[in-house]
């Protein structure tokens, strides 16, 4: 089992900054992919980034050049630093690893861009 606890959500202004961390804990062995997706009101789950085991780095298009992935591999942290803030940025954000034991997900920090 492998827990993901998020956190750093917020109430914000378009064009600010925020950053979300994800704590992992459980049944790690070394480094694990770990991405971050986000949900709002009405619409599907998606993507927003991810990291590799390598640390190469992927991006939805419509956060590419705000948002920056990273990790702190001796804490199995991750993080996703958020900045230029959109009112469409809103929604709960989730941490999520798949690994052959399976696919995990955190419970969500929820993020509001007021416009």
């Known amino acids: 089992q492998v827990q993901l606890v998020e956190s750093g959500g917020d109430f914000v202004q378009a064009g600010g900054s925020l950053r979300l961390s994800c704590a992992a804990s459980g049944r790690i062995v070394g480094i694990i992919p770990m991405s971050w997706y986000r949900q709002a009101p009405g619409n599907e789950r998606e993507l927003v980034a991810s990291?590799?085991?390598?640390?190469?780095?992927n991006y939805a298009d419509s956060v590419k050049g705000r948002f920056t992935i990273s990790r702190d591999k001796g804490k199995n942290l991750v993080y996703l630093q958020m900045n230029s803030l959109k009112a469409e940025d809103t929604a709960v954000y989730y941490c999520s690893t798949n690994i052959p034991a399976g696919r995990y997900w955190g419970k969500g920090t929820r993020v509001t861009v007021s416009s």
């Open positions: 990291i590799s085991i390598g640390d190469s780095t």
